[in-house]
């Protein structure tokens, strides 16, 4: 298992911009596949972006279409970090984000909370209107 702990979030006002980081254990981080998922109140968790490891120092990215355009994550493997740069911030994107890691090559999407086995606490996000 993956520890993973998140930062950043708060309090944003609509249209203002905000972002979350995400720390991993391990010594090979290089090759993980990193998300971000974030759930709502009185809605389910789901998928928001994601950083995958396709092999040797490849990688590809996917977002949600709610996120398209606004929302870029990035890591750094140097610090085994994964950020989640949140632009024109709207009031339904207030959840809580959760960042998700798994240890494999992801060669095709993965936007499922199964396909990530190691998760983080979660950090607040409120946007308001």
């Known amino acids: 298992q993956v520890q993973l702990v998140e930062s950043g979030g708060g309090l944003v006002q609509a249209g203002g911009s905000l972002s979350v980081s995400c720390a991993a254990s391990?010594?090979?981080?290089?090759?993980?596949?990193m998300a971000w998922f974030r759930q709502a109140p009185g809605k389910e968790r789901e998928f928001v972006a994601a950083?995958?490891?396709?092999?040797?120092?490849?990688?590809?990215?996917d977002y949600a279409d709610s996120v398209k355009g606004r929302f870029t994550i990035s890591r750094d493997n140097a610090k085994n970090t994964v950020l989640l740069q949140m632009n024109n911030l709207k009031p339904e994107d207030t959840a809580v984000y959760y960042c998700?890691?798994?240890?494999?090559?992801?060669?095709?999407?993965?936007?499922?909370?199964?396909?990530?086995?190691?998760w983080g606490h979660g950090t607040q996000v409120t946007v308001s209107s």
């Open positions: 998700a890691a798994r240890t494999a090559r992801a060669i095709d999407s993965v936007t499922g909370e199964a396909d990530f086995p190691s």
């Open positions: 391990g010594d090979t981080f290089k090759s993980y596949t």
């Open positions: 950083h995958r490891w396709i092999g040797s120092n490849v990688y590809s990215t």
